[in-house]
C-alpha cells in the first residue's frame, strides 16, 4: 500500500481508533487526524529514505505507532526526550497523545532529523523539538524528567552519554526485545535498573520488554 486514497484513509482512521482501544486509549478527532497524517508522510519518506523496513501502512501502525503507545502509561514529568528518534518512534506517537507535554526529538541523521520537522509541522505539534545532534553533545537548561528511546543498542552507552543530562530525579524508559542480562550488569555503578516490565502488544507476536534505569 503505496499510495493513500480517500478510502484508505478512512480505512487507517478505523485501523488507528481500534488499535487504540485495544490498549484502552481514548482518542480524540485531532489525535486520529494527527496519527493519519503522520503516517501519510512517514509513507512518502520511506520511499527516498528507507526510515522503517516495510512500506505496508498496517504493518506501520501496529509493529511501530502501536507499539511505541505501549509504554504511554509508564510517562511522568513535563519534558521528555527521545534518543535515537530516527522516524519518530516513540516519540511521534507519545508526543501525539501527551499534547501536554515537551518532546524534544533527538537524532544525528540529518535526513530524519528533517522528515521529523516535517512531521512536526504536517501534524501540528508545536511542543516537539526535533534536534539534530549526538546525545552525547545535546544540551539544554530545562529539567530533563523522562528519558525515552527504542533503538538504543546498549544500555551501559547510552547511560554514559546520558550522564551529563539526567538527574537522580530522571527516569530512562528503553525498550528492548529480550532482557538484556549482559547489558544490565554492565552498567556504570552510578545507574541502576528500577523496574523492567514485559509489554504486550495485541496481534503482534514479539518479545517486548521496558527497561526503566535511574542514577543512584
Known amino acids: 500500500m503505496n499510495e493513500f486514497t480517500n478510502s484508505t ?3 487507517l482512521e478505523n485501523d488507528v481508533a481500534d488499535g487504540l482501544a485495544s490498549f484502552g486509549i481514548q482518542a480524540t478527532g485531532n489525535q486520529i487526524v494527527q496519527t493519519v497524517k503522520y503516517l501519510s508522510v512517514l509513507i512518502k519518506w ?3 529514505f528507507n526510515l522503517v523496513s516495510t512500506r505496508d501502512v498496517s504493518e506501520i501502525l501496529r509493529k511501530h ?3 511505541s503507545l505501549s509504554i504511554n502509561s509508564y510517562l511522568s514529568g513535563s519534558h521528555i526526550i527521545d534518543v535515537g528518534s530516527g522516524a519518530g518512534f ?3 506517537p507519545l508526543a501525539i497523545f501527551n499534547p501536554d507535554k515537551r518532546f524534544t526529538l533527538i537524532d544525528s541523521n540529518g535526513k530524519k532529523t528533517r ?3 516535517q512531521v512536526k509541522m504536517t501534524s501540528d505539534l508545536s511542543l516537539v523539538e526535533i534536534k539534530n545532534c549526538r546525545i552525547e553533545h545535546y544540551q539544554t537548561e530545562r529539567q ?3 528519558v525515552v528511546s527504542r533503538a538504543v543498542s546498549n544500555l551501559a552507552d547510552l547511560a554514559v552519554k546520558l550522564r551529563h543530562l539526567v538527574t537522580k530525579e530522571s527516569r530512562i524508559l528503553i525498550m528492548k526485545g529480550i532482557v538484556p542480562k549482559n547489558e544490565i550488569r554492565s552498567l556504570p555503578n552510578d545507574f541502576e535498573v528500577v523496574n523492567i516490565k514485559k509489554l504486550e502488544l495485541e496481534g503482534i507476536n514479539l518479545e ?3 527497561i ?5
Do not use: Q
Request: positive net charge.
Open 46 to 48: 520511506n520511499k527516498s
Open 65 to 67: 505507532f502501536l507499539d
Open 9 to 11: 484513509f478512512s480505512n
Open 208 to 210: 517486548r520488554h521496558l
Open 212 to 216: 526503566e534505569i535511574s542514577r543512584k
Open 115 to 117: 522528515f521529523l520537522f
Open 90 to 92: 516513540p516519540g511521534i
Open 144 to 146: 530533563i524528567d523522562m
